[in-house]
């Protein structure tokens, strides 16, 4: 069976700090790892992933991810955060082989004050 | 303007009552998810389908069902056996197990 820890339930920052979430995984196959981020009363969209290649991801606005096969870690970094990026981070996990099923975590609450 | 659509967004309903959640996408997509997203408990998922006449349990199905007939529509049936049915559920589509989930605006049910 597949999941997902995200080991921090929130982060607070100040501006212009950086930042890392922090997202483990299990799963008995290959998997594929993504980052959504949900800003309050809007839906989650999607800020990166993981397939396969370059262990070290870019997504959109300015956040980047190190895939850790050995560590099975999936880590969501920023160097320098914004009052804007204030929202709740979760990390998800599709299934090796022919299985379908997107597994997420608790979720990471990102407070960035001034 | 492709999606995919929640509804209703606001749900109330009594105790012991079924009730039935509508999710429509018309973005083609093969594989359709439902989740239950409850403060401080991330998105947890019920059930999903890869594919048409097909779906599988999640983490969390005990008290719900589901169907696919049709590739774009996904119900989801809260029944009274869902001992905690209040909370916001939320549906989303993808294309396959690569690419990214896309999902509705959510609709939040309250049993009364």
């Known amino acids: 069976a597949q999941s997902v820890t995200q080991l921090d339930s929130q982060v607070p920052v100040f501006e212009e700090a950086p930042v890392e979430l922090r997202c483990n995984y299990s799963s008995s196959v290959s998997v594929y790892l993504f980052w959504y981020v949900q800003y309050p009363n809007q839906g989650l969209q999607l800020l990166l992933k993981?397939?396969?290649?370059?262990?070290l991801v870019k997504g959109i606005n300015g956040f980047e991810a190190e895939f850790n096969k050995s560590q099975t870690s999936f880590h969501l970094r920023k160097p320098s955060v914004h009052i804007s990026d204030t929202a709740e981070y979760f990390c998800?996990?599709?299934?090796?082989?022919?299985?379908?099923?997107?597994?997420f975590g608790k979720g990471t609450l990102l407070t960035v004050n001034p | 303007d492709g999606g995919i659509t929640q509804s209703p967004k606001y749900l109330f309903r009594k105790e012991g009552q079924n009730v039935t959640l509508s999710c429509e996408q018309n973005l083609n997509h093969d594989a359709m998810y439902w989740y239950r997203q409850d403060p401080g408990q991330g998105l947890r998922l019920i059930y999903y389908?890869?594919?048409?006449?097909?779906?599988q349990k999640g983490d969390i199905a005990e008290g719900y069902s589901v169907s696919r007939e049709k590739k774009e529509s996904f119900p989801l049936t809260v029944t009274s056996a869902q001992k905690n049915p209040t909370a916001f559920y939320l549906c989303?589509?993808?294309?396959?197990?690569?690419?990214?989930?896309?999902f509705g605006q959510g609709t939040r049910l309250t049993v009364v």
């Open positions: 998800a996990v599709s299934g090796g082989g022919s299985n379908y099923k997107l597994t």
């Open positions: 989303a589509s993808s294309q396959d197990r690569t690419t990214e989930a896309f």
């Open positions: 389908s890869q594919i048409v006449n097909d779906f």
């Open positions: 993981y397939l396969s290649g370059s262990t």
